[in-house]
Each structure stands twice: as C-alpha cells, then as structure tokens.
C-alpha cells in the first residue's frame, strides 16, 4: 500500500515538472471518456435495435419456408453444442474428455448433417438452395468449401515437392495462376460466366459453384502454408522413415504430413478465417448469406437508415464466429508434443 | 556361415570429384559384429549408408541379406533390404509427433502388418529388454538422449533385423550417456545380432567387435581381427589415429 502510495506521490511530482506532458495525458484521457460515453449512450438508447430483433430468423437462416426452419436451426444448434463441448475439454476432468479422434469425427459429421437437414431427403421436405441463406449458408459456404480446399491443397503442396517434373510444373503453375487472380474474378467466372458455357439443360446448382470456386482459389493459398510446413521437417524424419521399410506415401501420410501440418496450423487458420470473410463477397453475386440478407433488409422501407445498427450486428457475428474458430485452433495446436521439439538432441 | 553383406569395389562421388568410397571390398558374416573407423570424412557413415540404399553407389556391386543392390536402384529391391536391415542414427531421428510405443510399432503395423496388439506386446518386450519399459507411453522430447537413442534401437529392432546398422550411436550423448547405449549395444552383440558399427568408442570396438575395418579417404585402409588391430596394426595411418585417438 505504501508502495504504491509512494509511488504516486512520485508520478504527482513529476507531474508539476512536466505540465505539458500531464496536460497531453488529460486531454487523451478525456477524448477516450467521451468517445466510450458517446459510443455508449448510442449502442444502449441512441440506437434501435428493431431491425435485429425484429428479424433474427431472417439473420440465422435466409428465407429457408418458415415451417421448416427448425432444420437449419437445429444445425446452427449443434455446431454451437460442438463449438462449447469442444473449448470446454481443457477445462473438465480427464474422465469427462472425449478423445481427440472423436471430437473430429464429430465436426466432420456435421457437414453431411448440415447438408441432410438444409436440403431435406431422406423423410425431409426438399428445399432448394435458392432458399437458404444467412448465417446457415456462410457457415456451410466456409465449411464446405474449407473441407474441399483442404485436401487439395495438401495434394498440391505434395506435388509442388515432387521430383517428378510435370506434376511439379503443373501444381505450380496452378498456385501462381491462382494466387494471380482476385478471388471476385473467380467467384464471377462460377456464377456468370460458367452457366454461358455448359450446354443447355445442365444447370450447376448455385451454392455448389460458389463453394467450388472458393475450395478451388483456397486451395492454392492452403498448398503454400502446407508447403511452409512440409519445408520444416528435416530429412533425417524422412531417412529414418525410410530405413524402416515405409513406402514414399507411407511416409508422407504417416510421418511427414502429421508434423507439417501441425506446423501449419496457424496459418492454416488463417486461411479459415480469411474464407469465413470471404464468403461475404457471394452478397454482390446475389447469395443472400448473412451480408446478402442484410443488405435486403436495409432495403426495406421499413428500415431505412439503420445502416450502423445493422453493420455493428453482423460484425459482433463475424467476430463472434471468428472468435471461436481461432480459440479451437488455438486448442488443436497445444494437443500432442509441441512442434518445435522435433527430432533435435538433447 | 551365411553372409550378411558382400561389397565389391563399390564407388561413390559426391559432387563429381570428391570420392567418398573407393573400390571398396568388403564381406561381413551373419552373427559378426564389425566396427568401422577412421577419421572424420573417411567415409564410414556413407559406406553403411548405402548397405541401405541410403546412398546409391556409381559402381559396384553391393549384395545385402542375399539382395543384390546395383547402381540402379530399384525400389522395391531397396524396400525388401530395408525391412530386413535395421539402422539407428547418430541424432536418434525418432518421429517426434509419435508416443515411444507408436515410434516402436510403426513399421511393424504398416510395413510387417502385424496386428497392433502382438506389434505393442513386442514393444514393451523390446523396451524392457533396453531398460526403459516405463516410458512407452511418453513422447521423444520428454526423455533424454541416451534413452532416445536406445529407443531408436527398439524401433529398429522391431522389425526383426537380420542386420544392424549403427551410425555413430553415442556421437550425439552426453558422456555419462554413452554408457547406457553401448551396453545395450553390448548385450546385442551378445544375443548374436549382426552388426555393422561406426563408432570412435575405442573400449567398445576392442570389446565387442570381431573385425574392425579401418578407413581413410574412402579407402579401405585396414581390415583385420579386433585384437591384431588394437595391438599390432600393420597400416602405418591406422597406428597414428589409434594414438591419437588415445590421447
């Protein structure tokens, strides 16, 4: 307590010596009070909040038939028990934690459910994907288009290595083209100008263009981060792979590419969240995920001018959904030994 | 007595000109522990390296466990010698993303195809009989070299060796390290395991080895029976590095 009474009475000193410096600090504190205040009274009576509440349903899943909206419901309800059951495993008690293994299976068991619930089959009204939207249709753009990125990104990074000379030209000449090419341009080649050259009568459900597209430009950007990872594990992993009999897949399935990725993972998430943003440019397309339904809100009469009320919402929700896939990166990397204790001797 | 590597004046280059094996003869019986030494450059670890097709020879001919390497690699004949020839690495090279059991049965289960229980009953058999059967469950960095590196030896013996390969084991350890690696080398040899052993450990070498190859310059410059070697080597070169290895 005297310390630090001590040591105020050390900063009020200083003070009288230095007025102009004390004078800096009280005007920066006082704009800081009035911005918060500002902001405050704006967020919490200023502004109004009829055009969130009022349309919720709207923002979670488009205008999915309003009898069956419990189906993309329940998804956004399932990948949120999954989110929490997968952030809380640190926390609960080793009898209670579910292995790892599992947990994937989980999350890799939701696309297929998603896609069951949104589409319908299988006893389930069909719905057309003309009809889903909001936060349903980003989370299944980034997903879908994540899970297809990923692999093939892999299998180029592979053979961007590979000492095969065609395969290593092609995967390159692939990830320069596409890194090349504004990720707009892609998403316009699939939506507009891909229907102009398929023969009449074939007609490419839209969502499944544009998660094409987005896997496709991913993918390129995915294949560096895993090649950053592959380049950071030593030969001598490779050699002593090799001496025990493994054949050259063996070895990259079993021993290099668990390492490498794990490697990766930071700047593979940052590919997922770039996705997860990216998918915002299908609004301009005319997918109303969740941009795309906002922007038909605004449109409304009814709410002219809510703009603010509007971009504050979908910003809290992108952080919110970004905020969770970096924690759950975050608890991928700690799992197993850390990767810099690699095969160097003690 | 069968023979376990047969070597004729296998050649290898490095870089166009600098030669790391010259003419090299060599054959090794089944049960025989052979260590290899010579100064540093001479072309001993890339010697045993290409007993695996670690290394490709340019000339020569090359004839492991009853294989025949050549010049030209074939895959399938390097993989057949591999699962028959065990190796262990001067800096352990053990797959760090992997527990100690997972490194041990690894190839057993993907190579051997071994179901995975009999692959772990061996396992721990394996790091019992190295002294350190209570860290299977551990990952690499948690243990020392010394234990690293005798795990390496489980992880090659595994796989039921015909033929060990040693690279410098205890160039990496600590000196009160080394004592625990070459005394589960020791009971290997004892067990009758076929070896082929780099080393500068001089103890180890008059102990253990039956022969003892000395090079030079990729050159074979000695190849005779441990005691002759330790007590009246012919080669002047081998006399001067046994000196200076003892000082």
């Not at chain 1, 994937?104 to 069909?126: D, F």
């Not at chain 2, 993303?97 to 190839?107: F, G, P, R, V, Y």
Request: charged share 15%; glycine share 8%; hydrophobic share 50%.
């Amino acid at each position: 307590m005297t310390g630090s009474r001590t040591a105020y009475r050390k900063r009020l000193l200083q003070a009288r010596r230095h007025p102009l410096q004390t004078l800096l600090s009280l005007v920066i504190l006082a704009v800081i009070a009035w911005v918060i205040w500002s902001t405050a009274t704006w967020l919490f009576f200023g502004a109004k909040w009829s055009v969130v509440t009022e349309n919720l349903p709207l923002f979670a899943v488009g205008s999915y038939p309003e009898n069956e909206r419990w189906r993309p419901c329940l998804w956004l309800g399932l990948l949120c028990l999954m989110t929490a059951i997968t952030l809380l495993q640190p926390l609960v008690s080793v009898r209670w934690r579910i292995s790892g293994l599992a947990l994937s299976w989980c999350w890799l068991a939701m696309l297929p459910i998603g896609l069951l619930l949104l589409a319908g089959g299988a006893g389930l009204q069909t719905v057309s994907s003309r009809d889903w939207g909001g936060l349903t249709l980003t989370v299944l753009l980034t997903c879908f288009s994540g899970l297809l990125a990923l692999p093939l990104g892999i299998l180029l990074a592979l053979g961007r290595r590979s000492k095969l000379t065609l395969p290593r030209h092609l995967c390159r000449l692939y990830i320069d083209g596409m890194r090349a090419v504004p990720l707009i341009a892609v998403l316009f080649f699939g939506q507009l100008l891909l229907p102009l050259f398929l023969p009449v009568g074939i007609e490419i459900n839209r969502v499944l263009r544009a998660v094409v597209a987005f896997a496709l430009f991913a993918a390129a950007y995915i294949a560096e981060d895993v090649r950053g990872g592959l380049q950071a594990i030593p030969g001598t992993q490779l050699e002593a792979a090799a001496a025990l009999g493994l054949g050259p897949w063996q070895i990259q399935q079993l021993v290099v590419l668990p390492q490498a990725l794990r490697v990766a993972v930071p700047a593979l998430t940052n590919q997922a969240i770039g996705l997860l943003q990216n998918t915002s440019l299908m609004a301009i397309l005319g997918l109303v995920e969740l941009l795309g339904i906002s922007r038909s809100l605004l449109a409304n009469p009814a709410y002219i001018g809510r703009h603010l009320e509007t971009y504050i919402w979908l910003a809290g929700l992108y952080w919110l959904v970004c905020t969770a896939m970096a924690l759950m990166a975050r608890q991928l990397e700690r799992q197993g030994p850390s990767a810099s204790t690699s095969a160097i001797p003690s | 007595m069968t023979i376990a590597v047969r070597a004729e004046s296998i050649t290898k280059t490095f870089n166009g000109s600098q030669k790391a094996l010259d003419q090299v003869n060599l054959s090794v019986n089944h049960g025989e522990v052979l260590v290899v030494m010579g100064p540093s450059g001479s072309g001993k670890s890339t010697l045993i390296r290409t007993f695996n097709g670690l290394e490709a020879i340019d000339a020569g001919q090359l004839e492991i466990v009853g294989i025949p390497l050549d010049t030209d690699q074939d895959e399938r004949q390097i993989r057949r010698i591999r699962r028959r020839v065990g190796m262990v690495f001067q800096q352990f090279n053990l797959f760090p993303h992997l527990s100690i059991l997972d490194n041990i049965t690894l190839a057993p289960i993907r190579v051997r195809k071994i179901n995975k229980a009999n692959a772990e009953e061996r396992a721990h058999g394996l790091l019992a009989q190295m002294g350190i059967a209570d860290q299977a469950l551990k990952y690499p960095s948690e243990l020392s070299g010394g234990q690293q590196q005798r795990v390496a030896i489980a992880r090659a013996l595994a796989m039921d060796p015909e033929l060990m390969l040693f690279d410098e084991p205890t160039s990496a350890l600590d000196p009160e390290r080394v004592k625990e690696v070459l005394d589960a080398m020791r009971r290997l040899a004892a067990d009758g395991m076929t070896m082929i052993v780099v080393t500068h450990e001089l103890g180890f070498a008059r102990e253990v080895a039956d022969r003892v190859l000395f090079m030079d310059a990729g050159r074979v410059v000695e190849l005779t029976d441990s005691s002759t070697f330790f007590t009246q080597a012919k080669e002047e070169r081998s006399r001067r590095f046994l000196n200076q290895m003892a000082h």
